[in-house]
């Protein structure tokens, strides 16, 4: 008994002296939630090492692509893209998410939890699912993650890395950007004419597994743009409570006479880029269910390809 008691407190000691950043971000929502305060650091930086710590316990193998990005505003500064690259083919279905968040006026920097450490998570928890999948199967698509580092400068780590790319592989391209909490995925319809197959898919999807999924005519830019404007098939998500989603599907596509108050912001937008995009925010249950769609839709365009 004195021995089992012993063993336990060690157990729990160990376990305690682990840090987050080194536990697997995956299996379980409450896996996410521990795996989502390791995020709140100060410096995209740090942002790296807990991306990689993560990967690294999740099992994924990765590798890092610096670029010398920066703007006018930072001057020159180095960035660092992280890509797992899982199964084999001749062609790719592109998953991009990205790790950097903005810094705060007074020298604070955002926790970046909805935008978008939430979308990170899930990309994780789609990878791993798809890991498992492929594991030794001959499939006609690679699963290639790219997650972005400087996407709040101006989208840079994504044109980096389709810089140097293959284009010719690419058969489709799955954003994810805030997708933190909520039930409801959002979805951009702006992502041009080559789009309307994979648009087809996610709709398809949406309908089999009864998920409330809202296409935006007009919907924000991230890192989904770069892969537009080179004429590649996209699709943009996020995830939202449904009256957010609502009244940002108004605020954007509401024209003159939106219907709502004079002045109003949709929360999630007072929300991201300042202090209020915060730890509390993020629901494991939510990233959890949305990582499980994200791997769902790849699969389904890698069959329809
Ligand atoms: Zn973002």
Redesign the pocket.
Known sequence: MTRTLFGTALAVALLAAVPATAQSPVGDPAALETAAAAWVQLSNAARFEVLTAQLTAAGLPFEVQAFEGGTARTGPLEGRNVIVTLGAGPRDIVLIA?YDAVPLNGGAFSQ?IV??AG?VLAMITAAKALQAGVAGQPFLHRFVFVLTDQ??LGLIGASKWLEVADRARIAAVINA??AAYGETIMYGENNGPQSTGVLRALRLQCAERATTCIGFPVYPP??DRVFTAAGLPVLSLGTQDAIGAHQMWLAFNGGEAPGLQEGFVPPVFQR?HSAGDHLDLFDGEAVHRFGGFLADLALRIARAE
Request: charge should be negative.
């Open positions: 990205h970046g935008d978008n979308g996407e709040e950007d805030v991230s890192d991201i």
